[in-house]
């Protein structure tokens, strides 16, 4: 089956910098589909060149086979990491002028209740919160009514409670069989959204798969976490431990093997916790270093 | 046309709703109009005005007499044209050997006997009739210019770039809204408000001032609407690449106050350098100030105010072909 859209080879630069190096995957259609990686990896860039917001310098972009034109735009809503509304606008009236945009829309009262927008439809669009401003960019995304739907970072900011809701509506929207390309930099909502991801750093694939798969693939056991400071000298494993916060993190295939080796070292068990592993387990695996770390490390914005 | 719609009607709520900026807009021009007319409302009559056409004769005691002003006019149309607006006394066209006064001039009257008692200066008499023009009837065409100005090019330019800035314009590019459909939304939308702002602002000052209007309200009507779409024409051209407004604001202010204080709009060009004159037929506004002013004060047709109307026309179509190339929505 024809996938609904095919990345071939992309790649875009600004100046010297390769924000996205020669990346290839496809999209099946009723899917929701992360691209994951910290701030920096791509993730952006390659979201709005699937989009037509910005061109490739090379590769290619194809929507049921097709090279993508204007067309396309009435196929797409879209959720931009970071944007600004027209000031003055009531959630109704801007909801409205989108509508307007299109060449079909959805009534206003089905995107009220997906977007869950009836408390706050008549505020001004500059007077809402965090949680609200995202369902109303959602309410905008999805006017319409398109087929593929793509959410840059849609909850980044928001605090738990307002992220947890905010999974909820991409739930019910996933359950109208729409296709969604998500980007994020929180593996748990991947992990939770996405039946397919690509994990990017550096403008490249690290690696891409069904979460469950990829876990499965990298991780035959579980993660176990102790204190460093309970660790003197070194240990005998078939892995590498890794580092993070204070703790030690070991990620081995046998994890009997490994407590075996804990308890001969000496090692007090009662700081030692097991985990199963997640997605963040699987981005520390593939570069060394936790997303926490390279998100902080590096700030800014996502190219 | 339904997508131009939504924006043109998106943009006139947006106007109309943000109070400071539309109260701030009709109050600054009424202020001006006001105040200026309160300062320039007295009039000095200790000096008499005196225009004058041809070569002066030498040694005739009126012409040196103190008090008096004498203002060369290069021919007897403008002179006389000047005496029926109160804006000389009275007028000694030596080549034709007539004096001229204004029978509705007070000033005119006192001059006469002046002249009279110089018995060697024999000139024939002459009247004209023609109401008074007052500063404040010279200085509205030039507020509404300055209106024109600042409400089109930070209105349009800026508004802009402040959308590019903010990600209003990403947000429209990421749907099938053309950009040819956005600027004309724009430009409609902004237009409507300005000669709206304009005709407030000219009728409600009216009202107490009591302006000189010599000409048509249909040709004035034109030329200001012809005036404001140059000007808007002018601010997308500013706003079809800057991404900050700290960039294009001081843009447009390198360009905004030279128009300010060289087009015309609170004194007369006449009599400074040539370089500044010539400075100042580069700006629209110039062009608008001075065919409203022969409209209003003159009684000039559109005929009498061709070249204005050509110049504007011209930099309307050059300013908007420009800004569709140029424009990018990011």
Redesign the interface.
């Known amino acids: 089956m024809e996938p609904l859209l095919k990345v071939r080879n992309l790649v875009k630069h600004y100046g010297k910098v390769k924000a996205v190096d020669d990346i290839s995957f496809i999209v099946r259609e009723g899917m929701c589909f992360g691209l994951l990686g910290p701030n920096g990896a791509g993730k952006t860039t390659t979201i709005e060149v699937m989009?037509s917001?910005h061109k490739a310098d090379s590769g290619e972009i194809l929507y049921k086979g097709k090279k993508i034109d204007?067309k396309f735009?009435?196929q797409?809503g879209?959720q931009?990491q970071?944007?600004?509304?027209?000031?003055?606008?009531t959630v109704r009236?801007t909801l409205?002028?989108?509508s307007?945009?299109?060449?079909r829309h959805r009534p206003l009262d089905e995107i009220i209740k997906i977007c869950s927008l009836d408390e706050i439809i008549n505020r001004d669009n500059q007077k809402l919160s965090g949680g609200q401003r995202q369902r109303m960019l959602l309410g905008?995304a999805m006017i319409?009514d398109p087929q593929i739907l793509f959410l840059d970072e849609p909850t980044t900011g928001l605090d738990p409670q307002a992220r947890r809701y905010f999974w909820k509506v991409i739930e019910d929207i996933k359950k109208e069989n729409k296709t969604i390309i998500l980007t994020t930099h929180y593996m748990d909502e991947a992990e939770y959204l996405c039946e397919e991801i690509v994990i990017m750093d550096r403008g490249k694939i690290l690696e891409s798969g069904e979460p469950k798969a990829l876990l499965q693939k990298h991780f035959g056991g579980a993660v176990i976490s102790l204190p460093e400071k309970d660790v003197n000298g070194g240990l005998d494993l078939d892995c590498t431990p890794v580092h993070k916060d204070g703790y030690l993190k070991i990620q081995c295939h046998d994890t009997d093997r490994t407590i075996q080796e804990l308890i001969r070292k000496g090692i007090p068990l009662n700081g030692i916790s097991v985990e199963k592993p997640n997605l963040d387990d699987l981005f520390i695996k593939l570069t060394g270093s936790s997303l926490d770390a390279v998100r902080n490390g590096t700030g800014g914005d996502d190219r | 046309m339904k997508r131009f719609f939504a924006i043109f009607m998106a943009r006139n709520l947006e106007f109309i709703r943000d109070k400071a900026t539309f109260i701030w807009t009709l109050l600054l021009p009424a202020f001006l109009i006001f105040g200026f007319a309160f300062a320039f409302s007295g009039t000095n009559n200790a000096v008499y005005k005196i225009g004058t056409v041809g070569e002066k004769p030498a040694g005739k005691a009126f012409l040196s007499y103190r008090h008096l002003q004498f203002i060369s006019y290069p021919s007897g149309e403008e002179a006389l044209n000047k005496l029926k607006h109160h804006q000389v006394d009275m007028v000694l066209d030596f080549d034709a050997g007539n004096y001229y006064i204004n029978n509705d001039d007070t000033n005119g009257y006192i001059a006469e006997k002046l002249l009279a008692s110089d018995l060697d200066l024999k000139l024939k008499r002459k009247t004209v009739t023609g109401t008074v023009i007052r500063y404040i009837d010279w200085f509205v065409p030039g507020v509404i210019g300055m209106n024109i100005m600042f409400s089109c090019l930070m209105g349009v330019g800026f508004v802009i770039v402040r959308y590019r800035k903010n990600g209003v314009l990403k947000r429209f590019k990421a749907t099938p809204l053309r950009s040819i459909e956005f600027i004309t939304a724009q430009l409609i939308s902004r237009f409507l408000i300005v000669i709206f702002t304009s005709i407030v602002i000219y009728t409600g000052t009216n009202i107490f001032l009591h302006f000189e209007m010599s000409g048509s309200y249909t040709d004035l009507f034109l030329v200001t609407s012809l005036a404001i779409l140059c000007h808007i024409s002018l601010g997308l051209l500013f706003s079809t690449r800057f991404k900050s407004e700290e960039v294009a604001g001081g843009i447009i202010n390198i360009v905004i106050w030279p128009m300010m204080f060289l087009s015309g709009i609170f004194f007369s060009l006449e009599g400074t350098p040539p370089a500044m004159q010539v400075a100042s037929r580069l700006f629209p506004i110039t062009h608008f100030i001075e065919a409203a002013r022969k409209i209003m004060l003159d009684g000039a047709g559109l005929s009498g105010v061709t070249v204005s109307i050509l110049v504007l026309t011209a930099a309307t179509i050059i300013f908007l072909v420009a800004s569709a190339v140029l424009f990018k929505w990011e």
């Open positions: 989009e917001i204007r735009k009435e797409v879209i931009f970071n944007t600004a509304l027209q000031e003055f606008l009236e409205v002028l989108f307007r945009l299109y060449t905008i319409s």
